[in-house]
């Protein structure tokens, strides 16, 4: 686990003790040995409210929720350049005031979102997260960002600096308490590529996709470790064990239109969105919606106890399937698009039902949504004339609990599913699914490190950092050929309500998107809330363009409806 212990307290009233430091843990090494300022490494985490929220009671609260999660509090320390470890200090209070709340515009999600891409929180000042606050932001769905990446950054609302030791000011009434047809073999009438994307004429040079809002803005990478590394931290992907919803959720395939956004048909401008956008070097996205989950608990007073996460029905794998083809072979990549002019990530979002299965299934949504992101990754290839080759996805299993005390850091692990080509076939849709499920029990099961063994041997302190850094960025250049080819987070049901009182009303969508960048270039993130599956597609803008991020929205789309209509005739 790669989270930082509590600092300590000082409550002599004493001279301040130093900042406590300790070594940043493995995962939080290497991805900061492959930093690239030109790609910055978030992630965000977007949570639609209903209703408006008070800035100085909110402020309050989500300080006293930093206080209460104090691992978050941390900064990088200071060094020489021959220092062997970079470190964290563990400060006792925020640096900054990371609340912000940018003036309310009918662009106002869209300028967060390209924010949340272009510039990553500092990791010298504590904590290395920011949260916006974005009123009156109309549909979720439709939103575009600008196409800001490789010219100018959106600009930043300002952050009050505060003392390190000074605690945000609370009164006693702004407090906490208060292209063509399918492809032969798939077996489905899939979308056609150029369908997906139309341009709207807005203005902001950026197509708009039928239902998604597509980003163009930088952003960070999934650099994780120098091969099979690269982490989504986005989420804890763990479809076993945090799945996103049960057979009792509605078919898919009726995604939410621009017009009804994301609120089920509320009226545009009523709406809150709370924008979190995260260093990835430092933390996850789940490590981070606790802290939401704790700051929506004091703003609101309700309830928000994580609930409990379903159980799987325990079935012992195959031991042929359980294995799956070699990963000594070089995976399959995603073929080119159409890439963009400049650098960064694009990302799309869109909101569908979770797919229904049936009752007592040996499979889960999370085996649903991996097939779904094999079919469609297989489906672009076969578009763009790429040559069939195993297809590998990364997947974040979080082990972590949910409650107060849930460990804070980048906690999640990694593991890779590898499919054959002759085994990702819609034809075969129930065996797919049989061997999805086989595979990934049988991996969520081994105990192994977060980034596996190598990653250990390359942050030994036995040499400056410095050198390591550079020998860890060859290594990552060198093994890029067995990266694997799609990252695929699925946080699952989200499990806390997420409830900020009767004004501000509980949350009825939560996004998050992951860093991608090359050699892989794509990842799909998955939540479920309010019994919706809110998907977010981010991919490199020299691998896809924003019509291509369409076309893979609408792919996967169909193949995740094809996970309900092929197993239910299969059965």
């Keep these: ?42 992630v965000h985490i977007e949570v639609h409210l209903p209703g408006r929220l008070e800035p100085a009671r909110l402020r309050a609260a989500f300080a006293e929720a930093l206080r209460r999660h104090p691992r978050i509090l941390m900064r990088e320390a200071p060094r020489p350049w021959y ?28 300028d967060a979102r390209t924010r949340a891409l ?61 292209g063509g047809g399918p492809a032969r073999g798939d077996g489905v009438g899939a979308p056609a590529h150029g369908t ?19 980003t163009g803005a930088g952003s960070g990478d999934d650099s994780r470790g120098p091969g099979a590394t690269a982490g989504s931290g986005a989420g804890a992907g763990d479809g076993a064990d945090a799945e996103a919803g049960g057979p009792d959720a509605g078919a898919t395939g009726d995604r939410t239109g621009a017009a009804a956004g994301a609120g089920g048909g509320r009226p545009e401008g009523k709406g809150t969105v709370l924008f979190l956008t995260i260093n990835h070097t430092a933390l996850d996205g789940p ?8 700051a929506a608990e004091l703003y609101g007073g309700r309830d928000n106890t994580p609930t409990a996460p379903p159980v799987r029905t325990p079935e012992a794998p195959g031991a042929e399937e359980a294995v799956g083809p070699s990963t000594w072979t070089p995976p399959a990549r995603v073929a080119h698009g159409t890439p963009e002019p400049s650098a960064g990530n694009g990302l799309l979002v869109t909101e569908l039902s979770v ?112 050198w390591r850094a550079a020998v860890t960025r060859g290594l990552r250049r060198a093994a890029g050929p067995w990266t694997s080819t799609v990252l695929l987070s699925n946080i699952g049901r989200i499990p806390y309500a997420l409830d900020f009182g009767e004004a501000a009303g509980r949350a ?45 929205r609408d792919l996967f789309e169909h193949y995740l409806h094809a996970t309900e209509l092929r197993e239910a005739n299969g059965a």
């Excluded at 209070?93 to 709340?101: Q, R, S």
């Excluded at 109309?138 to 196409?147: L, N, V």
């Excluded at 490590?287 to 704790?294: E, G, K, M, S, Y």
């Design 287 to 294: 490590a981070c919606l606790r802290i939401l989950a704790t």
């Design 355 to 466: 797919p229904r299965r049936p009752k007592g299934s040996p499979y889960t949504v999370n085996d649903q949504l991996m097939a779904a992101t094999v079919l469609m990754v297989a489906h672009w290839n076969r578009e763009h004339g790429a040559r069939p080759r195993p297809l590998r996805v990364t997947m974040p299993v979080d082990d972590r609990t949910r409650d107060a005390d849930m460990p804070i850091g980048n906690g999640t692990r990694l593991v890779e599913v590898t499919f054959a080509p002759d085994e990702v076939n819609a034809d075969r849709m129930a065996e797919l699914l049989r061997r999805t499920a086989n595979r990934t029990r049988a991996l969520k099961s081994v105990d192994r490190p977060q980034l596996g063994h190598g990653a250990a041997l390359l942050t030994a302190p036995v040499v400056p950092v410095a």
């Design 83 to 110: 220092r062997r470890r970079y470190e964290w200090e563990l400060t006792s209070e925020p640096d900054l005031d990371v609340v912000a709340f940018p003036l309310p515009s009918r662009d106002a999600l869209r």
């Design 118 to 178: 272009l510039t990553a929180p500092p990791l010298t000042a504590s904590p290395p997260i920011r949260l916006e606050v974005v009123e009156g932001a109309g549909p979720a769905i439709g939103s575009e960002a600008t196409d800001a990446v490789g010219r100018t950054g959106a600009a930043l609302p300002r952050r009050a600096a505060v003392s390190t030791r000074a605690a945000v000011p609370a009164g006693p009434d702004s407090g906490p308490a208060a």
């Design 1 to 42: 686990m790669t989270a930082v212990e509590r600092p300590p307290r000082d409550g002599t009233g004493g001279p301040a003790r130093p900042p406590v430091r300790v070594p940043f843990p493995v995962v939080d090494e290497v991805a900061r040995h492959c930093l690239q300022e030109e790609e910055p490494e978030t």
């Design 196 to 214: 997906a994307a139309r341009p709207d004429g807005d203005g902001s040079g950026v197509a708009r996709g039928s239902g998604g809002s597509a």
């Design 508 to 552: 009825h969508a939560v996004w998050f998107s992951a860093p991608a960048r090359m050699p892989r270039g794509l990842t799909v993130t998955t939540a479920s809330t309010a019994g919706r599956l809110h998907l977010a597609l981010r991919w490199s803008r020299t691998l896809l363009s924003h019509g291509d991020g369409a076309h893979l």
